[in-house]
């Protein structure tokens, strides 16, 4: 499963190849932190979170080999009809949710159907040679943006419609995503690492795929709001 700094990644893509105005984002901040926000609670990213709440709900999936986040259910539910639930709009840290899911998505749907071809059965081979590759793969990524917490990213994490983020763990988030870029910088890999199971072209694809599917989502909020 994608770790944070292949989320941070994708948003600093996003945002160069694209403006914020653009993808409809107006405070970067809340968009980042939306790209974290499902790890939140989950138990294995943010260690002094005040709750637990356990992945299959921030993920709307199963607790399987490799799970699939059902980031469309996510898209009907609080992008497409955000006055189903009393709001008037999409917020920055809801889009910025739904990217993560759509990236968990993505990745975890090409990383079943690539073990499937080489053959290699769910277990513990399958389990530490995916986790390894996508770690390496996530230092050779160059990141640099970490949340700020605002007033305004406070206020969107209160509001979040899928469940409460506390002002409290939204600056551990960002505490979070800052040591890990740090920790891409220092231990950055160059080249391309010896991956076990997984390639660069695999990475390249996954990625690829995961990219154009938030980017053309991010649009259709814009033409849906005009």
């Given at each position: 499963m994608p770790s944070w700094n292949i989320h941070i990644a994708h948003v600093e893509r996003l945002l160069a190849e694209e403006s914020a105005d653009d993808l409809g984002i107006r405070d970067v901040d809340a968009f980042l932190?939306?790209?974290?926000?499902?790890?939140?609670?989950?138990?294995?990213?943010?260690?002094?979170?005040?709750?637990?709440?356990?992945?299959?709900?921030?993920?709307?999936?199963?607790?399987?080999?490799?799970?699939v986040p059902r980031c469309d259910e996510?898209?009907?539910?609080?992008?497409?009809?955000?006055?189903?639930?009393?709001?008037?709009?999409?917020?920055?840290?809801?889009?910025?949710?739904?990217?993560?899911?759509?990236?968990?998505?993505?990745?975890?749907t090409n990383t079943r159907a690539w073990l499937e071809k080489l053959g290699v059965q769910p277990g513990e081979k399958a389990r530490i040679g995916k986790q390894s590759d996508f770690a390496d793969f996530g230092r050779t990524l160059q990141i640099s943006l970490v949340p700020n917490v605002t007033d305004e990213v406070i206020a969107q994490c209160e509001a979040f419609p899928q469940y409460r983020i506390a002002p409290a763990d939204a600056r551990s988030a960002a505490k979070v995503a800052a040591r890990i870029?740090?920790?891409?910088?220092?231990?950055?890999?160059?080249?391309e690492p010896s991956y076990r199971l997984l390639t660069s072209e695999f990475f390249r694809d996954a990625g690829q795929e995961a990219h154009e599917t938030m980017r053309e989502g991010l649009l259709k909020l814009v033409d849906a709001s005009c």
């Open positions: 932190m939306g790209n974290v926000a499902p790890d939140i609670y989950v138990g294995y990213m943010v260690a002094d979170a005040t709750t637990r709440i356990d992945y299959k709900l921030t993920h709307l999936t199963m607790r399987e080999h490799i799970p996510f898209w009907d539910f609080y992008c497409k009809n955000p006055t189903g639930y009393g709001a008037t709009e999409v917020t920055d840290l809801v889009r910025g949710a739904w990217c993560h899911l759509v990236c968990d998505h993505v990745y975890n870029v740090e920790e891409n910088r220092s231990e950055h890999i160059y080249g």
